[in-house]
């Protein structure tokens, strides 16, 4: 699933360099960067590891707030951060999990005949079937 969350970057005043970053709309998803650009690949793995974590739970995500409704104060901004959970999910569950079946006698012997690998079939197949592109 594809989400974009509205994130708030603080400066960190001692450092001038160190960004703290929130999402108001997710309690407990915070992190931070040593700078800009390291705070917010930081922001990305947060959001998306929260929603994901949400998402295998099963619990509501809540609506995300648009940038413009969310106030700061002094140096601190605001920015969009979108991430893809499908993506992570891809990229991470690559665990096999074992599956039994059933097909008929002359397939499965037909299949044999012509040494089918039938984990690389039924993959292809739930792929094609649930229209999910690589």
């Known amino acids: 699933m594809k989400y974009v969350y509205t994130a708030v970057f603080s400066l960190e005043p001692d450092t001038k360099e160190t960004y703290n970053v929130d999402f108001p709309d997710l309690?407990?998803?915070h992190t931070f960067g040593e700078n800009l650009s390291e705070a917010l690949e930081m922001a990305q793995d947060a959001l998306c590891l929260m929603?994901?974590?949400?998402?295998?739970?099963?619990?509501a995500i809540p609506a995300a707030t648009p940038p413009s409704k969310i106030k700061v104060y002094g140096n601190d901004f605001?920015?969009?951060i979108s991430?893809?959970?499908?993506?992570?999910?891809?990229?991470y569950e690559t665990k096999l999990v074992k599956k039994t079946l059933n097909i008929?006698?002359?397939?499965?012997e037909s299949a044999v005949r012509a040494n089918i690998n039938f984990s690389s079939?039924?993959?292809?197949a739930l792929k094609s079937h649930l229209q999910i592109q690589e």
């Open 83 to 91: 991430v893809d959970t499908e993506f992570y999910r891809r990229f």
């Open 104 to 108: 008929p006698m002359w397939l499965n």
């Open 51 to 59: 929603l994901y974590d949400m998402e295998q739970e099963n619990r």
């Open 27 to 29: 309690p407990g998803c």
């Open 78 to 80: 605001v920015t969009a």
């Open 121 to 124: 079939v039924l993959q292809e």
